[in-house]
């Protein structure tokens, strides 16, 4: 099942070129207390959930995709992880070029580790991407993205599957230079995921997804996830070895070969396969607000 937030904080199931509207099916979320618990109240309710949203769909009103605006598939996830040098081509191409790196070294990720990316970055391909240091190189670095589903501590890598509850396409936009991972790519729009989160049963092998990426129709990036260094399991449990994985949590996997550039006025066009495709248009500086 493809699920999406749209609009205004509508929920949906994608169904070819339409959405069925399915916001009612919100009513059924618990109504937390303070402290609320950690974790996305409704990637945590969505096992529970997922009989009736399928009721729901039967009788729920379509709307085009066309006049569909789509957040983020997750609304508050607790936290954002991400892997950074993760495919063996894109590890040489930082090694070989100085703009990537900045004379910091370069090391494997088993030995960099994984980063934090603040939440505050999260968006929708809907709302696009905001350059907040235009005078700077900011890339596009697109990634297959797992959302967790169940909670978890120290999970093995031969289980570590039966905590991502479905996969979505992400952006993991960076603005190059010499300051930390978690500062240079958690500026606001900086996460952008979409379109919809794609349920794991229709991603039986994570670990073979064509993705590729352009940029106003030229291709910058093409792979496979079997590339991966740390595949999605041993990423759950390198992660989870340091911290506990909650529902909602976000975790890029890392991005292949032909970072690059990207100005106000460009269009990113993502796709993996198994999931989507999404289109992201590029922004100068928001106002501030
Ligand atoms: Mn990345």
Redesign the pocket.
């Known amino acids: 099942m493809k699920i999406c937030r749209f609009n205004n904080d509508r929920l949906g199931v994608v169904l070819g070129e339409e959405v069925a509207d399915v916001t009612p099916i919100l009513e059924y979320l618990p109504t937390a207390k303070y402290p609320f618990p950690r974790g996305d109240a409704l990637v945590t309710a969505l096992p529970s959930l997922l009989p009736r949203i399928r009721e729901a769909v039967r009788i729920a009103p379509r709307i085009p995709i066309s006049r569909v605006e789509f957040l983020s598939p997750v609304a508050n996830p607790g936290k954002i992880i991400?892997a950074?040098v993760n495919y063996v081509d894109h590890l040489a191409e930082a090694v070989n070029m100085p703009e990537l790196h900045h004379g910091n070294p370069i090391h494997q990720i088993q030995k960099v580790g994984l980063f934090l990316k603040a939440s505050s970055s999260l968006q929708g391909c809907s709302q696009g991407v905001y350059l907040e240091h235009p005078d700077r190189r900011n890339d596009h670095?697109v990634?297959l993205v797992a959302i967790i589903g169940k909670a978890g501590i120290n999970v093995p890598r031969e289980t570590a599957l039966e905590y991502v509850a479905g996969y979505c396409i992400g952006l993991?936009m960076t603005v190059r230079g010499s300051e930390d991972r978690s500062m240079r790519k958690s500026i606001d729009s900086y996460s952008v995921v979409g379109p919809w989160m794609v349920t794991a049963d229709e991603v039986p092998d994570p670990n073979n997804l064509d993705l590729h990426l352009t940029v106003n129709g030229e291709e910058r990036q093409r792979a496979n996830t079997r590339d991966l260094i740390l595949d999605v399991a041993e990423l759950i449990e390198f992660a989870t070895s340091y911290y506990s994985i909650d529902p909602g949590d976000l975790l890029?996997t890392?991005?292949p070969a032909g970072v690059g550039p990207v100005k106000a006025g460009d269009v990113i066009h993502a796709e993996i396969a198994s999931i989507g495709a999404m289109s992201v248009k590029v922004h100068a500086k928001r106002v501030s607000i």
Request: no cysteine; proline share 12%; net charge negative.
């Open positions: 991400a950074p670095e990634e993991d890029f890392g991005t």
